[in-house]
Nanobody, 120 residues
């Protein structure tokens, strides 16, 4: 079993910055992907950013140039630096990872979520 623990959410004014962190722990051979999704009540969960084991990153179009995802492989930790925050970034942010739990067996895991609120 793999556990993800997020931290760093909170309340910030429009234009401000926040940094989210997520630590993965538990039984796994390797981590293939780590990333962040977000969800607003009544809407589907959407991908914000992810980083692959080789370092390739992808972003939701609306956060490109404002958010930066990075990873500390040694610490099994992923970060999301969020700058120039807008009220529409308000959501619960969920950490996600896809891990190799045994040879050729991969599984997805989710954190419990951390609330980010951006006031106008």
């Amino acid at each position: 079993q793999v556990q993800l623990v997020e931290s760093g959410g909170g309340l910030v004014q429009s234009g401000g910055s926040l940094r989210l962190s997520c630590v993965a722990s538990g039984s796994m051979l390797s981590i293939n992907i780590m990333g962040w999704y977000r969800q607003v009540a009544g809407k589907d969960r959407e991908l914000v950013a992810r980083i692959f084991s080789g370092g390739i990153t992808t972003y939701k179009d609306s956060v490109k140039g404002r958010f930066n995802i990075s990873r500390d492989t040694a610490k099994n930790t992923v970060y999301l630096q969020m700058n120039s925050l807008k009220p529409e970034d308000t959501a619960v942010y969920y950490c996600y990872c896809n891990v190799e739990v045994s040879i050729r067996l991969n599984r997805d895991y989710w954190g419990r979520g951390t609330l980010v609120t951006v006031s106008s």
